[in-house]
C-alpha cells in the first residue's frame, strides 16, 4: 500500500514533491483548491510514469469539506504542503490576513490529518507523514508575523503527533526550506536574497522532493520528530 497525499501539489514545491513521489514508485493523490487544470496536468504526468494518481479538490480551511472527502480513505503517506502568505508589517496587518494565514496553515494540519490518523493506525500501516515549515518559522522574518506563527506552530504540532504516533511505526516530520525557486518568490529581487544566502544561490524546488522522498523510504524509518531545513544556510 504506497498511496501517498501530497496537498497543494498543483504546483511549486507540491507539485515537484508529488512528481518526485511518483517517479519512486509511489501511487499520488494531487490536491487542489482552484486550478483544476494544472492539477490535471500533473495527474496526467504521473501516469505517464506507470503510477496512478487523481486529483482531489478541497478547501484545508474547511473543516467538513476536509472530513467529506478524505474520510475513509487510507494512505501510506501524507505531505502537508498547501499553504499561503499574506505578508504586511504588523501595524497594517489586517484581521482577515492574520485569520487566512492561520487557517490555511496551522488548522489546515488538524483539518487533513484528523480523518486520515485513526485508519493508519487501525489498519496497522506504519507510514509516514511530513509537514512544511518554513526558515521564517524558525527565524523570524520581517512582514511575516502571521506566517512564521503559522509555521511554527506547525513544528510544535508536528513534534507532538510524532511522540504519539512513534509506538504504532508512523514517522511524523517537517521540512523548512528556505528560499526556493517558486511562485511565491517572483516578486523578490533575486540578487538581494541571494547575498543572505551562505551559498550564494536559490534553492530548487527539488531539492525539497528529495528529503520528502527520503523521509518516505524506509531508510527513514527510525528518524521521527525533527525539523529539517533545506536553505542553503541561511539564518544557521
Avoid at 147 to 172: D, F, H, P, Q
Wanted: hydrophobic residues 40%; aromatic residues 6%; charged residues 25%.
Amino acid at each position: 500500500m504506497k498511496k501517498i497525499l501530497v496537498t497543494g501539489s498543483s504546483r511549486g514545491i507540491g507539485k515537484e514533491i508529488a512528481l518526485y513521489l511518483a517517479q519512486n514508485g509511489y501511487d499520488i493523490d494531487v490536491h487542489f483548491v482552484h486550478n483544476e487544470d494544472k492539477a490535471l496536468e500533473v495527474v496526467s504526468k504521473i501516469k505517464s510514469f506507470g503510477r496512478d494518481a487523481q486529483a482531489l479538490k478541497f478547501d484545508i480551511k474547511n473543516r467538513e469539506e476536509c472530513k467529506n472527502i478524505l474520510e475513509g480513505k487510507l494512505y501510506y503517506g501524507i505531505v502537508l504542503n498547501a499553504g499561503i502568505a499574506k505578508d504586511n508589517v504588523f501595524p497594517a496587518l489586517e484581521g482577515d490576513e492574520w485569520d487566512e494565514v492561520i487557517d490555511t496553515n496551522l488548522t489546515g494540519f488538524y483539518n487533513v490529518l484528523k480523518p486520515l490518523v485513526m485508519p493508519m493506525i487501525s489498519n496497522r500501516i506504519k507510514g509516514r507523514i511530513i509537514t512544511l515549515s518554513s526558515v521564517s518559522a524558525l527565524s523570524g522574518n520581517r512582514g511575516q508575523v502571521n506566517y512564521s506563527a503559522s509555521k511554527a506552530g506547525i513544528i510544535g504540532a508536528t513534534k507532538s503527533l510524532a511522540l504519539e504516533l512513534a509506538k504504532r511505526g508512523i514517522t511524523v516530520n517537517c521540512i523548512a526550506p528556505g528560499v526556493i525557486d517558486t511562485d511565491m518568490i517572483k516578486e523578490i529581487p533575486a540578487d538581494e536574497i541571494k547575498k543572505l544566502i551562505p551559498m550564494k544561490r536559490i534553492g530548487s524546488a527539488k531539492e525539497v522532493a528529495s528529503l520528502a522522498n527520503y523521509l518516505m523510504s524506509e531508510d527513514a524509518s527510525y528518524i521521527t520528530g525533527q525539523v529539517i531545513s533545506v536553505n542553503g544556510g541561511l539564518y544557521l
